[in-house]
């Protein structure tokens, strides 16, 4: 139990919907940037989105053979580590289950991998049954470079860290491997439902 | 990559309220007295819990300010206007008072002596906070690692730890060059405009002697910061970067 912060009365959102933030977070309507390092700039010509690691034969996409892909388009929440959530984001990519049709593996995990050397890893049952996808698009336009551009992987139901910026590919893997934040500390899965911050939470 | 694992789970706990310093009209430090704080490293930051009489809670991470060999915690904040943490934080809390925290955080955008240099800090307004921890400590243990440091402000009035940073300047080892982008008082020796190229080509070593370089500021200083060092042939892999504040 929390004592009293003296004097501290907090500023409610009026608007949000508690059940939609989870504990910890605060709303923003802004759309805050954090990244490691400098932001990467690849040219289309030369960017590829790979699926590699455990599997019979690896896949590869160039950036117009993922355009040709069905798209979808998607609103949701996207929650912060540092505390911000932003809700009723719009985004349009390709559903990481189009990718992975066809593909046999025995992995259970993936790692996703992004130019500027930054990874993360997830549980791969967390990247199928439409819970994420190669996003290109923010709100209609294209995805801005600082927020990931010209793709970044999207996976609302964790704490975006996980929803890879740059990200050039998956690799899957039957044991899991901390990736950049998770070997740093952060948690491994993320939830932000059960404030999954960082290890131990 | 160095990788140093946080060791253990982060528990809450309450710290007392030593001492509270204004620096600037917007910022404060706040000299806090954990009672079971295992030590950080320069250039981490902790979260920080308040909680309201009805249970409701916020919060918010912090940089800490402070080297780990100071006597207290100390974390330096700024006043966001439409904030709702900070402004309790710069105004509201007192001597005496317990905050409640957790940390340290953060294993990436942190100096310690085995990571070597040349060190290039890059500082955007309150984005010098953990970057000064990073000088405190290169002094506490009498680093030969050398060091410059450019602060981007807006007037001298905004510039925190002002007379500690000119001071730190010393022989060789230590440069502080300042740019102030909206207000310059008469006489004013250092730079004048926001950092652009030919600026940073000025101050930064050249890219050849592989500066390990940190910049902290907000998002749109940081991205032209570290954009313009890649352009000058710095390694992007040698440059870290800590952002905040609205895009």
């Given at each position: 139990m929390s004592p009293i912060s003296r004097g501290f009365h907090g500023r409610r959102e009026p608007d949000a919907e508690p059940s939609r933030v989870p504990p910890g977070q605060y709303v923003t309507d802004d759309f805050p940037v954090l990244s490691a390092g400098p932001t990467p700039h690849t040219s289309l010509d030369m960017w590829t989105f790979s699926i590699v690691g455990a599997v019979d034969e690896p896949k590869s996409w160039t950036w117009k053979e993922l355009q040709s892909l069905p798209q979808e388009t998607v609103t949701v929440d996207i929650h912060c580590v540092t505390k911000w959530s932003k809700l009723d984001t719009t985004w349009t990519g390709i559903s990481v289950d189009t990718l992975l049709d066809g593909i046999e593996t025995s992995a259970a995990y993936v790692l996703a991998f992004s130019d500027g050397g930054y990874t993360t890893n997830l549980p791969l049952e967390d990247v199928q049954g439409g819970k994420a996808w190669i996003a290109h698009g923010f709100g209609g336009e294209p995805l801005d470079p600082e927020h990931g551009g010209p793709a970044r992987l999207l996976v609302p139901h964790l704490y975006f860290w996980k929803s890879a910026k740059w990200v050039r590919g998956l690799e899957l893997r039957e044991e899991d491997e901390p990736g950049f934040w998770e070997g740093y500390g952060y948690h491994n899965y993320g939830d932000p439902w059960k404030e999954q911050r960082y290890a131990g939470d | 990559m160095e990788r140093t694992a946080l060791r253990g789970r982060l528990t809450w706990q309450l710290a007392s309220v030593v001492?509270?310093?204004?620096?600037?009209?917007?910022?404060?430090?706040?000299?806090?007295?954990?009672?079971?704080?295992?030590?950080?490293?320069?250039?981490?930051?902790?979260?920080?819990?308040?909680?309201?009489?009805?249970?409701?809670?916020?919060?918010?991470?912090?940089?800490?300010?402070?080297?780990?060999?100071?006597?207290?915690?100390?974390?330096?904040?700024?006043?966001?206007?439409?904030?709702?943490?900070?402004?309790?934080?710069?105004?509201?809390?007192?001597?005496?008072?317990?905050?409640?925290?957790?940390?340290?955080?953060?294993?990436?955008?942190?100096?310690?002596?085995?990571?070597?240099?040349?060190?290039?800090?890059?500082?955007?307004?309150?984005?010098?906070?953990?970057?000064?921890?990073?000088?405190?400590?290169?002094?506490?243990?009498?680093?030969?690692?050398?060091?410059?440091?450019?602060?981007?402000?807006?007037?001298?009035?905004?510039?925190?730890?002002?007379?500690?940073?000119?001071?730190?300047?010393?022989?060789?080892?230590?440069?502080?060059?300042?740019?102030?982008?909206?207000?310059?008082?008469?006489?004013?020796?250092?730079?004048?405009?926001?950092?652009?190229?030919?600026?940073?080509?000025?101050?930064?070593?050249?890219?050849?002697?592989?500066?390990?370089?940190?910049?902290?500021?907000?998002?749109?200083?940081?991205?032209?910061?570290?954009?313009?060092?890649?352009?000058?042939?710095?390694?992007?892999?040698?440059?870290?970067?800590?952002?905040?504040?609205?895009?």
């Open positions: - | 001492e509270l310093v204004p620096e600037t009209a917007r910022t404060r430090s706040i000299a806090l007295d954990p009672p079971d704080w295992p030590g950080h490293r320069a250039g981490q930051h902790v979260d920080v819990r308040l909680t309201a009489d009805d249970g409701y809670q916020a919060q918010r991470s912090y940089s800490i300010a402070s080297a780990p060999e100071d006597e207290h915690l100390v974390l330096t904040v700024e006043r966001l206007d439409d904030g709702e943490v900070s402004p309790y934080l710069v105004d509201e809390l007192r001597g005496g008072d317990e905050l409640e925290l957790r940390g340290p955080i953060g294993g990436y955008f942190l100096w310690e002596e085995s990571l070597g240099g040349p060190l290039l800090l890059v500082a955007g307004g309150s984005g010098v906070v953990p970057l000064r921890a990073i000088v405190r400590h290169h002094r506490a243990i009498e680093s030969r690692v050398p060091l410059r440091l450019l602060y981007s402000a807006r007037t001298l009035d905004e510039v925190i730890y002002r007379d500690e940073l000119t001071k730190a300047e010393s022989g060789d080892e230590v440069h502080v060059r300042f740019t102030l982008t909206r207000e310059q008082p008469e006489g004013w020796q250092g730079y004048a405009r926001r950092i652009d190229r030919e600026l940073l080509a000025d101050v930064a070593w050249p890219a050849d002697e592989r500066p390990l370089v940190y910049i902290c500021g907000p998002t749109g200083f940081v991205e032209t910061a570290a954009d313009i060092l890649v352009s000058l042939g710095h390694d992007a892999a040698r440059i870290r970067t800590e952002r905040f504040g609205p895009t």
